[in-house]
């Protein structure tokens, strides 16, 4: 029984789905802002704060559990625990928002606007 269970599979292989995740997070982190649909970006959002969560630690550990969840990418690693960690040093979490942009015309899925605040 799926009890309590509320990560989304978005009709992935567990595999598909972790790499999608980590492409997400390391384009969001990137980027600071992406766009993607609706159920990508609410499936990846907690990704996302929990990394940013770990930059606010800062210490070898944090680096070490942000290198496993996005790859071998030590650029993506430094700008997370440079910059992106200390710029929410005094929040206590909603580093991202979704803001919607409406349909897709090719097959009308919800767009949305995944960003750091």
Avoid: C, W
């Amino acid at each position: 029984m799926r009890h309590r269970r509320t990560r989304n599979k978005l009709s992935r292989s567990a595999s598909h789905r972790k790499a999608l995740f980590m492409n997400l997070s390391r384009e969001v982190l990137q980027h600071e802002r992406i766009q993607t649909t609706e159920a990508k970006a609410k499936a990846v959002k907690p990704e996302v704060e929990k990394l940013i969560t770990l930059a606010k630690r800062g210490d070898q550990h944090a680096r070490r559990q942000a290198m496993s969840q996005l790859g071998q990418d030590k650029f993506i690693v430094y700008k997370l625990f440079a910059e992106i960690g200390p710029r929410y040093e005094d929040r206590q979490g909603g580093y991202t928002r979704i803001l919607k942009l409406g349909p897709r015309k090719s097959d009308a899925t919800e767009m949305v606007l995944l960003e750091l605040v």
